[in-house]
């Protein structure tokens, strides 16, 4: 199965995104983990994107199409979490390989921005909420025991920022891809467990 999740920042990708990818044993390929890991590592393409990750602009086309590429070369069955981003890539991922599903989780502006300032994260891309979703440690990883962190781009002017870009960019998706018929509605709003029972049920793998 290729699924495919797209929604505003906050509304849950990364965190059903990993429930989907234990529950069905599928690889998980998330462009955000993807380039903050570089980021942190200070690699050759992490110095290059830092920036424009960081004040919550989108990564240039070319580049996330080309990892894109390389991440789903011989891969029978994933998960993509944050990719396609706009119309351009949703035709490049088009052109190399077809989706079964399309995920759109909605969840409301003010929503997203009262999630985001709670929100930690750990290097190993495990995300965590302090109230909704927290660790058993206040500021520790439940998997790997690294220090949690808030992303650069939680600040509120750069979580207003990406979503402008999201309504922009991203959202003419829910389109392209009900033309398609592939796309599936989910509501964001609810508590995390029934988020991911709604997903399983349209997905008909749980009555
Ligand atoms: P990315 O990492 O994809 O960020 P995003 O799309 O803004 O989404 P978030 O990760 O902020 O939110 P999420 O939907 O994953 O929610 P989460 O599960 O964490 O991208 C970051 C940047 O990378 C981009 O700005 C861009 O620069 C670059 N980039 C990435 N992909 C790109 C692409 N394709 N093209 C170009 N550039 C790209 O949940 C949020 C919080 O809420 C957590 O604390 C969580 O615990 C909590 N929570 C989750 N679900 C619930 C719930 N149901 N109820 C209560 N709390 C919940
Ligand atoms: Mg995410």
């Known amino acids: 199965m290729k699924i495919a999740l797209i929604g505003p920042p906050a509304s849950g990708k990364g965190t059903q995104a990993e429930l989907l990818s234990k529950e069905l044993k599928l690889p998980l390929i998330s462009t955000g983990n993807l380039f903050r890991w570089q980021i942190r590592r200070k690699t050759k393409l992490g110095k290059m994107i830092e920036e424009i990750v960081n004040r ?70 495990k995300t965590y909420h302090l109230i909704y979703n927290p660790p058993k440690n206040e500021e520790i990883c439940d998997e790997c025991g690294r220090t949690l962190f808030i992303r650069e781009d939680d600040q509120k002017e750069k979580v207003l920022k990406r979503l402008e870009i999201y309504h922009q960019q991203t959202k003419p998706l829910i389109d392209f891809y009900q033309k398609k018929g592939i796309l599936v509605k989910i509501n964001g709003e609810q508590p995390i467990k029934d988020v991911f029972s709604e997903i399983l049920i349209k997905l008909k793998l749980k009555k």
């Open 56 to 125: 919550g602009d989108l990564v240039p086309d070319e580049i996330v199409n080309k990892i894109i590429k390389k991440e789903t070369k011989n891969k029978r069955n994933f998960i993509l979490d944050g990719y396609p981003r706009n119309l351009n890539q949703a035709i490049f991922l088009d052109s190399i390989t077809s989706l079964d599903y399309v995920l759109e989780i909605w969840i409301s502006d003010q929503e997203a921005l009262k999630r985001l300032t709670l929100r930690r994260v750990c290097q190993c891309g």
